[in-house]
């Protein structure tokens, strides 16, 4: 099975801080995303990566940044948290090109920003 | 532009009743087709997915999925639903070598007792 592992489930971290959210997954994947989750809003994509080094501003990039070192992880950073940065955070991963199917997601990330 | 449109944004059911929850997408290419659940404070798991081929589609905790391509459908259905299926579910869509996966926003079931 698909395994992607999100380092923490719950984090509180405050205003002002950098904020490192990790990221892992087994599979081999070429993609890798990361999606944030506010009720009412459904899931929206923050950032993308395809390939190690590579990544694509999704559609709310402003505030945050990416880095993707090796193909397994993929790493979400808030370079100064902000308290509407408050939101469940999840990464997911997929196949790359044609053989591109499902996302697998991690469990989540639960960030509170004081 | 293309969305996933799920109009209901909660549901209420007895359990042992049946379900179908709804999801119309608008999309220019063939679309792939995803149904996922959310238990709270949980990540997203896979129910079922279209590619090709029978438009009814089973998927895993006994739900299934038909592909209406002239209604721009993709409706969730189980016929008879338990407690445990108290969760939140997302309808999805994307197209074969993109890496966007466009969501809807979500419908909330709750199951009574």
């Known amino acids: 099975d698909v395994k992607v592992t999100q380092s923490s489930r719950y984090l509180v971290k405050r205003t002002g801080e950098k904020v490192f959210l990790e990221c892992v997954q087994d599979m081999d994947h070429e993609n890798m995303f990361w999606y944030r989750q506010d009720p009412g809003l459904g899931l929206r994509l923050i950032y993308f990566s395809y390939d190690v080094k590579m990544k694509e501003k999704g559609d709310i990039p402003e505030g945050y940044s990416v880095s993707r070192e090796k193909k397994e992880r993929f790493s979400l950073i808030l370079e100064s948290a902000s308290t509407n940065q408050t939101s469940m955070y999840l990464c997911?991963?997929?196949?790359?090109?044609?053989?591109?199917?499902?996302?697998?997601f991690g469990q989540g990330t639960r960030l509170t920003v004081v | 532009a293309q969305s996933v449109t799920q109009p209901d944004i909660h549901i209420t059911v007895s359990e042992g009743a049946s379900l179908e929850l709804r999801c119309n997408y608008s999309y220019g290419a063939t679309p792939y087709l995803f149904w996922y659940v959310q238990s709270p404070g949980q990540g997203l798991q896979l129910l079922l997915k279209?590619?090709?081929?029978?438009?009814l589609v089973q998927g895993i905790k006994g739900f299934e999925a038909e592909y209406k391509r002239s209604q721009s459908s993709f409706n969730l259905r189980k016929p008879s639903v338990h407690w445990s299926d108290a969760a939140e579910y997302f309808c999805a869509v994307s197209t074969s070598g993109t890496y966007k996966y466009i969501f809807g926003t979500g419908t909330r079931l709750k199951v009574l007792a």
């Open positions: 997911a991963s997929s196949r790359g090109g044609i053989l591109s199917t499902e996302a697998f």
């Open positions: 279209y590619f090709s081929g029978d438009t």
